[in-house]
């Protein structure tokens, strides 16, 4: 699938937290028919098939309305899914070793630094995952990165860049004349009792911030 700055807008990451008697790929279709233009499967602490057997429910999902659907660190379960791509986060495998592995499949890298940013587009990383811009509760231990430094990696590399950390419709504004081409967020959608309208409503706003 081609990546595209657009695809960018409103990047979605799963969360189970808040699944309560919902099933996940339920709650992801309501997102992307909401407005969310990417999902990301992350998952942690469960067994490859059971990964797998998530990855496989949400991408018949993602196909059905068409959009980027990617695997969080777990590159096995993305190929055996086939899924549209893997992002990988700079405890996990080098992106240049992921390319290989992955062919021509999207590749995200996440990146806190413009010279982690440079060295992952160098390595064949399709999009950048830039965060955390604010402090956030569903990834402890994220490092906090100024906007200054966002706005000195969008200019430093030229494929797309997500901002991602702590993101929510009463600070997307902050990020507005960044560089970034959209945002990625977790609570701010999955935590809500209507994800539909909490999807509808920050995707309008990463329009007005990002268009």
Known sequence: MKLSKESMRLYAVTDRMWLGNNLLAEQVEECIRGGATFIQLREKDITFDEYLALANEIKKVTDKYKIP?????????????????????????????????????????????????????????????????????????????CIETVKAICQAVSIPVVAIGGITKQNIMQLKGSGVDGIAVVSAIFAEDNIFEAAREIRGLSDSCFG
């Open 69 to 145: 659907f990617v695997i969080n660190d777990d590159v096995d379960v993305a190929i055996a899914c086939g899924a549209d791509g893997v992002h990988v986060g700079q405890r996990d495998m080098q992106a240049d070793d992921v390319r290989n592995k992955i062919g021509d499949k999207i590749l995200g890298v996440s990146a806190q630094t413009v010279e982690q940013a440079v060295l992952a587009e160098k390595m064949g990383a399709d999009y950048i995952g830039v965060g955390a811009v604010f402090s956030t509760t569903t990834k402890l231990d994220a490092n906090a990165v």
